[in-house]
Structure formats: structure tokens, C-alpha cells
């Protein structure tokens, strides 16, 4: 069951003092997704699980991020590759609910562990030089995908699988980007779907996820001008930094910062 915020919920939102690095996280997270067209979630939901807690980011991303990227979401689809996004999209959403059902059991601490980890590594490996060189292949989409539903149900982070699968591989940035919004964008519905059956939509996260949703939606738009000024190599290697620096500063050891 849903359980919609009254104003009293975005009255104490808005008063605690956290509020403030919520939305500066927010303003970051959402330059990286109009600028790459993925890694909002690495940025967001680590950080923002560091302020609050691993639900509360989880929930509160998927309404900004799916509210603010909606217009989006037209190009992506027109300018896709389908036959790269729909067996990687069809695997993640058999997936996503094991992920639910981590993100829902898991302890908080170990969770957000978890998450800088899973980011490192993934910095580590694109970082590196590792490639993709193979024709993209229909069995190395499915299983992006599958991979992908797990991350995002447990951390909305469905991003990296199918970033070293397409990112990694001989796809120029736009076409990249254009996947990568669109499978994420129909991941991010599967996501919704899967978070209201296993009663995790609250009133705190929704008002924050609200509340976030229009200083993150003017970020988005900074970021997507700043792309076209960008080159492929400026593009991957600017998305690298922003990523990794989140990962770290995300750790439990720097709570106290942001709390």
C-alpha cells in the first residue's frame, strides 16, 4: 500500500538540516545523467543513503529520476538500437524483484557496503581499459540485463552492467547514451511496478523524492547542453571521476559529514 505524504511530512522534510546535502546531491546527480544519460543513481543513491538511509534513496530517486527524464525518453526510443535494449530490458525486469526483496531484508550498513563496492568495481574496470570488442550479441544482453534487474531492484543502480556492456564496447557516446536511456527507462517502470508490490513507497521518501524533483529536472537539462560540447574521450573519462569520487565519499566512514 502506498502511503502518500500530508503537508506536515513535507514540512519536516524541508526543516532538517540534511535536507541541504540531499539536494546537492541531487543537483550532482542529476548534471551526470543529462550530460551521460546513466550514473545518476551511482551518484544519488550512495550519497543519499549516507544522509538518510538505503530506503529512503532508493524511493525517493526513482520518483525524481523517472519524473524528470520522462521527456527524454521519446528520443531515447526513436534513437535506440532495439535489438540491443529489448533482450537486455526483458531480462532485467525477471530480475528486479529478487533485487526488491535484497534492498527490502538487507541491513542498512552492509547494503551501503555493498554499493561502494559494486561502484568500485565498476570504475575499476572501464577505468582500466577493459573492452567490449566482440559484435554486441544477444546472450551478452540478456545477461547485462539480468544483472542489471538485481542491482536496480536492491540499489536503483541498473546502470552498470549494461554500461560495461554498451560503454565499453565499439559504440560512439550518442548511441551509448540513447541505449542506455532507454533500457534504464524501462527498467525504471519495472522498478516502480515491483517497489509499490513490496510496500515500499512511504511518505518521507515520496515527499523527498517530490520535493527533489524539480531542482534535479533543471539539473538534468544543464547537463544534457553540456553534452554536445563534449568529446567521446572527455565524455568517458569526466563520468569515471564523477562516479568514483561518489563511491568513496558514499562509504559509512564519512557520515558523519552529511549527518
Not at 532538517?16 to 548534471?31: C, D, K, N, S, Y
Not at 554498451?166 to 532507454?182: C, D, E, I, T
Not at 533500457?183 to 519495472?190: D, E, P
Request: one cysteine or more; glycine letters at 8%.
Amino acid at each position: 500500500m502506498i502511503e502518500l505524504p500530508n503537508l506536515a511530512t513535507f514540512s519536516t522534510v524541508m526543516a532538517e538540516p540534511r535536507f541541504i546535502a540531499g539536494v546537492g546531491a541531487a543537483v550532482l546527480a542529476g548534471i551526470v545523467r543529462g550530460f551521460s544519460g546513466f550514473g545518476s543513481a551511482l551518484i544519488y543513491v550512495p550519497l543519499m543513503a549516507a544522509i538518510y538511509d538505503p530506503k529512503i534513496a532508493t524511493v525517493s530517486f526513482v520518483i525524481a529520476d523517472y519524473l524528470s527524464m520522462s521527456p527524454y525518453f521519446v528520443q531515447a526510443f526513436r534513437k535506440c538500437h532495439w535489438r540491443d535494449v529489448l533482450p537486455a530490458f526483458l531480462a532485467a525486469a525477471t530480475t528486479v524483484p529478487l533485487g526488491t526483496m535484497l534492498q527490502k531484508t538487507a541491513d542498512p550498513i552492509a547494503l551501503r557496503w555493498g554499493m561502494a563496492a559494486f561502484v568500485t568495481l565498476f570504475v575499476v574496470l572501464l577505468a582500466a581499459g577493459w573492452r567490449y570488442h566482440s559484435k554486441p550479441n544477444m546472450a551478452g544482453a540478456i545477461g547485462a540485463g539480468a544483472l542489471s534487474g538485481i542491482a536496480g531492484g536492491a540499489t536503483q543502480m541498473s546502470g552498470p552492467p549494461l554500461i560495461l556492456f554498451w560503454l565499453s564496447g565499439p559504440h560512439p557516446a550518442p548511441a551509448v547514451r540513447f541505449n542506455l536511456m532507454a533500457c534504464l527507462a524501462l527498467i525504471g517502470f519495472t522498478l516502480v511496478l515491483s517497489y509499490a508490490i513490496q510496500d515500499l513507497f512511504k511518505a518521507t521518501p515520496i515527499a523527498l523524492g517530490l520535493l527533489l524533483w524539480p531542482i534535479y529536472i533543471v539539473s538534468v537539462f544543464l547537463g544534457a547542453t553540456l553534452f554536445g560540447r563534449t568529446s567521446d574521450r572527455s565524455y568517458r573519462r569526466i563520468a569515471y571521476l564523477i562516479i568514483a569520487a561518489s563511491a568513496v565519499f558514499s562509504l559509512p566512514l564519512f557520515d558523519s559529514w552529511f549527518r
